[in-house]
């Protein structure tokens, strides 16, 4: 392939730039509220496709899928969940059709909105639906998976010996944390940045890191915590336009492509390697940051 791995790229000295929000994107283009993103993948794939070409036009060196509902745990809810592999194909083809030759692909895969801790789940039925997911996204043209949005280390390990047992993706996983009261970082299932860190590096990722839950400052505390458990491995950040603010009744992320370029810098010198946007950001911000790495 050659394109290569993201992770060898990295190593190299690269600092490598990701894309930016899709249910963002998605809502832009026409999305009801309560209505299967994924679906969009069979209906809707010109418009799909078009939010990462637009991706990669700003600048971005790699693009995610429209697949983070994709397990069939997600799909269920929408009668979809015999379509799993037609929707994650289709999804991971989108952005594969984007990309071109020059870029990766990093199909996003999300939490199933299943509980190990209250037994509403298996180990290894977890295993299963993400094993499912994981070999129609590598049939759709994916380079790599980017697992993400975590808060508990078991689904995340699951996702990983998944992927890394049933495919030759590389493994990309990141996890979301809230500041606490005490002004340290947790997932909602309590887990650490440095928890995190070394439970995917030890399932076998080969890219860790945070998504969402935060600003690009805020970020920079996050990643220096990540690197410090994280050695030289690749730490990816997709971080939010800035914390939701309520407007007229809808949520509005702040940060300008600008606020977020400015950040940049610093979150460079706190270890991150690929930096991209989560909730809130465009690809104006995608560009900004881009080139904030090119000064």
């Not at 440095?194 to 990722?205: C, H, I, R, S, T």
């Not at 945070?210 to 805020?218: F, H, K, T, V, W």
């Not at 990540?226 to 009744?249: E, F, K, S």
Request: some cysteine; charged content about 25%.
């Amino acid at each position: 392939m050659a394109r290569g791995k993201i992770a060898d790229a990295v190593k190299s000295g690269k600092v490598l730039i990701s894309d930016g929000a899709w249910g963002t994107f998605l809502y832009k283009k026409g999305m009801k509220p309560g209505e299967c993103p994924e679906r969009w993948c069979l209906e809707r794939f010109d418009d799909v496709k078009d939010i990462a070409a637009s991706y990669i036009a700003a600048g971005a060196n790699m693009v995610e899928s429209n697949s983070f509902g994709g397990t069939s745990f997600k799909l269920k809810g929408f009668g979809l969940a015999d379509k799993a592999d037609e929707i994650n194909q289709a999804a991971a083809r989108a952005s594969r059709e984007a990309a071109g030759d020059g870029n990766w692909v990093i199909a996003s895969i999300g939490p199933t909105g299943k509980m190990l801790v209250t037994e509403e789940v298996t180990e290894e039925e977890l295993y299963e639906a993400f094993k499912d997911q994981a070999v129609a996204l590598e049939k759709g043209g994916a380079d790599a998976v980017c697992i993400e949005t975590m808060s508990d280390i078991g689904e995340a390990v699951e996702a990983i010996k998944a992927v890394k047992e049933n495919t030759r993706l590389e493994i990309i996983c990141t996890f979301t944390f809230e500041k606490t009261a005490r002004g340290g970082y947790r997932t909602m299932m309590g887990v650490t940045p440095v928890q995190a860190a070394e439970a995917a590096l030890e399932a076998g990722a080969d890219i860790i890191g945070a998504n969402c839950g935060n600003g690009i400052e805020r970020m920079v505390e996050i990643v220096g915590e990540i690197r410090a458990a994280a050695g030289d491995t690749p730490i990816l950040v997709h971080a939010n336009a800035g914390l939701p603010v309520n407007v007229d009744g809808k949520d509005v992320f702040p940060e300008t492509p600008e606020d977020m370029a400015k950040a940049v810098p610093a979150l460079v010198a706190a270890g991150a390697n690929i930096i991209g946007g989560c909730c809130g950001t465009t690809p104006e911000h995608i560009n900004a940051m881009k080139q904030a790495i090119a000064q």
